[in-house]
């Protein structure tokens, strides 16, 4: 069975204080790693997919790294307007279906 | 382009009644999906189906039918709502099947309070 775990549950930042979150997963034959932000009261919205270990995106102040057993969301100079659920998901070699992580509820204080 | 639409976007609903939540897309995405999500919790998948006439079970499916008539459009229907199907309910697309390492494309979801 496919499983996503993401850590930490919460995440706060001052303004300009760099982190990252993790998202550890099992799955067997993976077509896809997923990341996802979520504002409060709107539906997810993709931010990368990433296909291979070794691989890395980048878009602004975010960058996403995969491995064969984890990725993660690499946050630089965080900004107020980045606080945000960013959730984590994984495409497996079956019918179509994604499993997600309970997700990384980030907040940045100016 | 509307993209994913959902309704309505709140709904309260006594215990023992039944409802349908509406989920339309207009992009010809074929995979389409409804997702649940508690407080605290990730998204749980409650159904999904890969084109028009076919649909199968996700992690969650107790309680709950779909049916997939029209490509544009995936229904979800409560049966007989009880307390523990109070969540944020989301539907989600996808474009066709040779594209399955494809994003989902979400709606702005349906806030479900069953009494």
């Known amino acids: 069975e496919d499983q996503v775990t993401q850590s930490p549950e919460a995440l706060r930042l001052q303004e300009g204080e760099s982190s990252s979150l993790n998202c550890s997963y099992t799955?067997?034959?993976?077509?896809?790693l997923f990341w996802y932000r979520q504002d409060p009261g709107k539906g997810p919205e993709f931010l990368f997919t990433l296909y291979s270990a070794g691989e890395e995106k980048e878009k602004e102040r975010l960058k996403a790294t995969l491995t064969k057993k984890e990725s993660f969301l690499h946050i630089t100079a965080p900004k107020p307007e980045d606080s945000a659920t960013y959730l984590c998901?994984?495409?497996?070699?079956?019918?179509?279906?994604?499993?997600f992580g309970d997700g990384t509820t980030l907040t940045v204080k100016p | 382009n509307a993209g994913v639409t959902q309704t309505p976007k709140f709904q309260v609903l006594k215990t023992g009644q039944s409802m349908t939540l509406q989920c339309a897309q207009d992009m010809n995405h074929e995979y389409m999906s409804w997702y649940r999500q508690d407080p605290g919790m990730g998204l749980r998948l409650i159904h999904y189906?890969?084109?028009?006439?076919?649909?199968d079970q996700g992690e969650v499916p107790n309680g709950y039918n779909v049916s997939r008539s029209t490509t544009e459009d995936f229904p979800l229907r409560l049966l007989s709502a009880a307390p523990s199907q109070t969540s944020v309910y989301f539907c989600?697309?996808?474009?066709?099947?040779?594209?399955?390492?494809?994003?989902?494309?979400f709606g702005n979801g349906t806030r479900l309070t069953v009494t």
């Open positions: 998901a994984v495409q497996a070699n079956n019918a179509g279906k994604s499993t």
């Open positions: 989600a697309s996808r474009p066709p099947r040779g594209a399955s390492n494809s994003p989902l494309h």
């Open positions: 799955v067997s034959g993976l077509r896809g």
């Open positions: 189906s890969v084109g028009a006439g076919i649909t």
